[in-house]
């Protein structure tokens, strides 16, 4: 219904988005194997156009191979094999430095890495150091050099992805990235800033009014400073949107799309709005029941600010994902 609101939904183009192969389901674990997630490739591939990569068969490893493990500490994160113990850490930095280059150039919105994997998983990879049971405290030697060389990119794992919340802020956090992209790709003005500022108004404020005022205040004083300021609002809008947009936020948020109605709405359908944006306060429904109801007055009483906002329309409807937060 609100697709003519953003371009986004209605577009041909997918997003590009980088992927661990063996999510995709190519045979490039070193078992032999794969390890496909539908959700990813039936429901996410609608609109991402994936970028795959395998950090071990790209640098020049074999299918099958001995299985690698990560040892070492923090600042000297060894990838070796675990029965021979061949370390190849040299080999994996050598290719990744070559390949974030050429990845660089694909203009990736996210990355979406295998978990657990040594190679290319994000959190809590398992770490030897000597005898003993392994310490979960590792990245995958590909995920942290891809991480530090793109630290605004949105990324998350595919076992994280199954979490409602998690899945919902990820994908938001693409779909934003790809705007901001768009904008920067096309020269950035000062009031193009503007305008994208105005969009995300209450998208950032579900997540941290802290970092929307200081957003605020950063476009407010523009003059100037455009290149400067482009870059550092970026940085800082990222940072707030990786924020939990918590049930209270979102409440406050919605109260604050409903005063535009004040004037509009009778006693009987302000109470019933509010009931229903308190009920999903409680947890007894999920977001998308008071979205969709103020999305149903914004077209009625015909609001041309709200209708802009990408807090009320932030990804695809097909996806669904504030039915399940
Ligand atoms: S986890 Fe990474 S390195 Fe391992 S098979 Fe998958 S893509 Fe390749």
Known sequence: MFARYDKYLNSVDKIAVGISACLLGQKV????????????????????SYVPVCPEVE??????????????????????????????TARMQGWSREKL????????????????????????????????????????????????KFP?????DEVRLHDPGVRENFIERVFVYHKWQELVRNGCTAADLIEFHTRHKYLIMAHSPTHLAALGKM??????????????????????????????????VLHHIMGYFKKQLDQLEKEELLEIIDQYRRGLIPLIVPVTLLNHYILKYDQPYLMKQYYLNPHPVELMLRNHV
């Open 101 to 148: 280059n050429e990845l660089e150039r694909s203009g990736l919105s996210g990355f979406i890495f295998k978990s657990k994997s040594p190679s290319s998983g994000l959190r809590g990879v398992k770490v030897y150091r000597g005898p003993g049971a392994p310490a979960l405290s590792g990245t995958g030697l590909f995920a942290a050099a891809f991480i530090k």
């Open 59 to 88: 640098c020049g490893l074999p299918v099958p191979r001995e299985a690698m493990h990560l040892t070492g500490d923090a600042g000297d994160r060894r990838l070796v094999t675990v029965q021979t113990g061949i370390d190849y």
């Open 219 to 252: 476009v407010a004083n523009i003059g100037d400073k455009g290149a400067e300021t482009v870059e550092i609002y970026c940085k800082v809008l990222m940072e707030a949107l990786r924020l939990t947009a918590t049930a209270a936020r979102n409440t406050n």
């Open 29 to 48: 674990r070193y078992d032999g194997g794969h390890k496909h997630d539908r959700f990813i490739t039936d429901t996410l591939g609608r609109f991402f």
């Open 152 to 156: 605004l990119t949105p990324v998350e």
